[in-house]
């Protein structure tokens, strides 16, 4: 929770070819230690992620 309240989280992560697979990775690896720090759940916090390049993509949504 935040503070003492549920929050819903979508992440947005640059698939560009301009960012490059290293970038991608610190990219992954920021959202994964950013969601350690939270009770994931439908009561809780909620984490959604969309990619984006040339278009964009739903990776998973809120209640996934």
Same mark, same amino acid.
């Given at each position: 929770?935040?503070? +003492?309240?549920?929050? &819903?989280?979508?992440?947005?992560? /640059?698939?560009?070819? =301009? ?9 992954? +690896?920021?959202?994964? &230690?950013?969601?350690?720090?939270? /009770?994931?759940?439908? =009561? ?21």
């Amino acid at each position: 929770m935040c503070g +003492d309240k549920p929050a &819903d989280i979508i992440f947005v992560l /640059d698939t560009s070819s =301009s960012e490059g697979a290293a970038h991608f990775q610190e990219e992954l +690896d920021f959202v994964s &230690d950013f969601v350690k720090q939270f /009770d994931i759940g439908p =009561s809780d916090v909620q984490v959604g992620m969309v990619t984006f390049g040339t278009t964009a993509h739903s990776e998973f949504y809120l209640n996934r």
